[in-house]
């Protein structure tokens, strides 16, 4: 039997973490395995448990669900955790800084109970949860200009990729599924996918979501009119 994806749900309200924890764990590739009520108890439990998945709320007391995503994410002991953003805030700031600090996805509260299991199953997978229409108008518009204190990627840091792996991470940058790039670039799905993880693996990239970011902040894909 499969095992279960383990999910940490991070939600200063406890009736919203009951709630979620009888949906997720009302199905059979699912569990959650531990709550946090504010970010600082989030990332011990995650130090502690090793989830697969952080279900994380962005508007928490003390430290913040980005603060703790960011440190969650530089953890080399949880390179195999991965952050889905979940909260009512969905500005495009948030969904941005989320994005800097590592998160691999993002959903607004509003979502059904299907798209939050589904999401919850495609983050585990170590693909995006990125919309093409989020990742046009988001990442191009926020992720090319760095926060204040961190640096854009250098260009030398795509010399080891193939001219494919380059073809296809710069569509999946633009917002192409790995669907639309096979008919673009007429290959399978699945060799679009092996080339993105190819990407990932020789750039360090956690997840698709970060493959983007570095797309863009390398150069290889020029923000502007065209992919916003």
Do not use: W
Not at 59 to 66: Q, S
Not at 120 to 147: E, H, K, W, Y
């Amino acid at each position: 039997m499969t095992t279960p994806v383990r999910v940490l749900l991070a939600d200063d309200q406890a009736l919203l973490r009951a709630t979620f924890r009888i949906l997720i764990d009302s199905c059979d590739d699912l569990e959650v395995i531990a709550e946090a009520s504010d970010g600082a108890e989030a990332v011990d439990l995650a130090r502690a448990h090793h989830p697969d998945v952080v279900l994380m709320d962005i508007r928490m007391p003390g430290t913040d669900g980005l603060a703790a995503t960011s440190v969650i994410c530089a953890d080399p002991d949880l390179s195999a955790t991965r952050v889905l953003i979940l909260t009512t805030f969905e500005t495009e700031d948030y969904v941005a800084q989320a994005l800097r600090a590592g998160a691999s996805g993002f959903l607004g509260k509003d979502v059904t109970a299907d798209t939050l299991l589904a999401g919850l199953r495609t983050v585990a997978s170590g693909d995006a949860l990125l919309s093409p229409s989020a990742t046009r108008s988001l990442i191009t518009r926020f992720l090319t200009s760095p926060a204040p204190g961190t640096h854009l990627v250098p260009p030398e840091r795509l010399a080891d990729l193939t001219v494919r792996e380059r073809e296809v991470m710069a569509l999946a940058a633009e917002g192409r599924s790995n669907t639309e790039i096979a008919e673009d670039l007429h290959l399978s799905p699945l060799t679009v996918r092996t080339h993105i993880h190819r990407a990932m693996t020789k750039l360090g990239a956690r997840d698709r979501a970060q493959l983007v970011v570095i797309a863009y902040q390398s150069g290889l894909v020029q923000a502007g009119p065209g992919n916003g």
